[in-house]
């Protein structure tokens, strides 16, 4: 099983971006699927977790303006971000538990200029 993540790219603050994370199984078998990020020279930290029942929770530093959305009929998880910020810039990875196991993308880097 792999996903794989896309969509990143330079943006001014302000601007949107929607990333979107392709799995090669269909992602009803996967438990939560989570978007992380991690920023140069920081820890990657959880961005958004949604469970197999669509019940989702967003981290607090991007509440109100992120959203995290599963498709299982396109097999794909989404992260709408919408008013990026400066801070905001970072690798973003989407991962999915299946059968016991934690499943990583690639990553996508997300650039947002001032």
């Known amino acids: 099983v792999q996903l794989q993540a896309s969509g990143g790219g330079l943006v001014q603050a302000g601007g949107s971006l929607r990333l979107s994370c392709v799995a090669s199984s269909t992602i009803s078998n996967f438990l939560n699927m989570d978007w992380y990020r991690q920023a140069p020279g920081k820890e990657r930290e959880l961005v958004a977790t949604i469970t197999a029942g669509g019940t989702a929770n967003i981290a607090n530093s991007v509440k109100g303006r992120f959203a995290i959305a599963r498709d299982n009929a396109k097999n794909t998880l989404f992260l709408q971000m919408n008013g990026l910020k400066p801070e905001d810039t970072a690798v973003y990875y989407c991962?999915?538990?299946?059968?016991?196991?934690?499943?990583w993308g690639q990553g996508t880097l997300v650039t947002v200029s001032s």
């Open positions: 991962k999915g538990r299946i059968w016991g196991l934690d499943v």
